[in-house]
């Protein structure tokens, strides 16, 4: 069973930053495209940045492209997401998901295996 597992969230000042990490356990690493979701109450979860299978290909959302970067270490199976400049409008649970096919997609469903979730809150 392939299982993400989020780490790095916290409360943070504006103008600051955070790295979030997942590590993903369970089936091949390098067969998942990576991405990162944000979803505040009430709203849907949104693509924010994703990553290829061997991160030749990278997506942003408008909203946090310059400021975000995400990445990923195949050998350690972890892809991360770099914050900085962090807004309160970044403030959401960010959600780690694999995707098995060979593209970056945008709807929820495309998307396999997911993680609990971590909070990051941005102070103004």
């Known amino acids: 069973q392939v299982q993400p597992v989020e780490s790095g969230g916290g409360l943070v000042q504006a103008g600051g930053s955070l790295r979030l990490s997942c590590v993903v356990s369970?089936?091949?690493?390098?067969?998942?495209?990576m991405g990162w979701f944000r979803q505040t109450p009430g709203k849907e979860r949104n693509l924010v940045a994703a990553?290829?299978?061997?991160?030749?290909?990278?997506y942003y959302t408008d909203s946090v492209k310059g400021r975000f970067t995400i990445s990923r270490d195949n050998a350690q199976k972890t892809v991360y997401l770099q914050m900085n400049s962090l807004t309160p409008e970044d403030t959401a649970v960010y959600y780690c998901?694999?995707?098995?096919?060979?593209?970056?997609?945008?709807?929820?469903?495309?998307?396999?295996?997911w993680g609990q979730g971590t909070q990051v809150t941005v102070s103004t």
């Open positions: 998901a694999t995707r098995s096919g060979p593209d970056i997609q945008f709807r929820e469903s495309d998307w396999r295996s």
């Open positions: 990553i290829s299978r061997h991160g030749a290909t990278t």
């Open positions: 369970g089936g091949t690493f390098t067969v998942y495209v």
